[in-house]
């Protein structure tokens, strides 16, 4: 517990450190009339403070962090866990470079990259596609144990959820001239995602075990099963 309590403390100053950084790129790239590569490290350091702050929230709870090989992870499946992360990090940032070549990239007068937008958007959608393959082969490596399965099935249903109704934004918004209010859900679908992304990987990499009720817990449901067993032994009528 004290181990989990101290990774918790470091997490959370981590998640400090990181959140000070954004707020002070939020400010320099205001100060800099939004300049693309400032608003994509502002985003991107936001992202970056949700992962720490995620971990800080799971390392914290009273419950103690079980071997990930007790719940049936494997080496393998560890692996694929941190390439999709990996990729879903790669699809975060050249989506970043997409918006900051697009029109909605700051205000009217805010620079923009000077890419051409349908070559980066292609570039964005491998990295998407890319991701999705490796949750699919996840999803069938996870079927294999049936418990552990169940176990993380939750996750697997809203990143899949998440991930349909994210991609459907995206293409719609790509052939209706990225209109400005489709460019706002597609960027807080990304942070939905990356949000269920992280939190998938530590219910698996880092389980937590089940909490066992304390003494309190114990005593209060004693009288509770006394009179169960008095009600099962009464005679009917």
Do not use: K
């Given at each position: 517990v004290q181990v989990a309590v101290g990774l918790g403390r470091k997490a959370g100053a981590d998640f400090g450190g990181v959140g000070l950084t954004c707020g002070v790129v939020g400010g320099i790239a205001v100060r800099n009339d939004l300049h693309p590569f400032l608003v994509q490290s502002h985003f991107l350091l936001a992202?970056?403070?949700?992962?720490?702050?995620?971990?800080?929230?799971?390392?914290?709870?009273?419950?103690?962090?079980?071997?990930?090989e007790s719940i049936g992870v494997t080496p393998a499946l560890s692996w694929l866990f941190v390439v999709l992360g990996a990729l879903m990090a790669a699809a975060l940032t050249t989506g970043t470079v997409v918006t900051g070549a697009g029109p909605h990239a700051g205000d009217e007068t805010a620079r923009r990259y000077g890419f051409d937008i349908s070559t980066v958007a292609e570039i964005h959608s491998v990295t998407v596609w890319m991701s999705v393959?490796?949750?699919?082969?996840?999803?069938?490596?996870?079927?294999?144990?049936?418990?552990?399965f169940h176990r993380l099935s939750g996750h697997v249903s809203t990143w899949m959820f998440i991930a349909v109704v994210q991609?459907?934004?995206?293409?719609?918004?790509?052939?209706?001239?990225?209109?400005?209010?489709?460019?706002?859900?597609?960027v807080a679908g990304a942070t939905a995602l990356w949000l269920v992304t992280v939190r998938f990987t530590l219910a698996a990499l880092e389980p937590l075990a089940a909490h066992a009720p304390d003494a309190d817990d114990v005593h209060a449901m004693e009288p509770a099963a006394e009179r169960e067993i008095v009600l099962q032994a009464a005679p009917t009528a």
């Open positions: 992202m970056l403070s949700i992962l720490f702050g995620l971990v800080a929230i799971h390392r914290a709870r009273p419950d103690e962090v079980t071997p990930r393959s490796v949750f699919l082969v996840l999803v069938v490596a996870l079927r294999r144990d049936r418990n552990l991609g459907g934004i995206g293409y719609v918004q790509y052939f209706n001239d990225i209109p400005a209010t489709l460019v706002a859900a597609h």
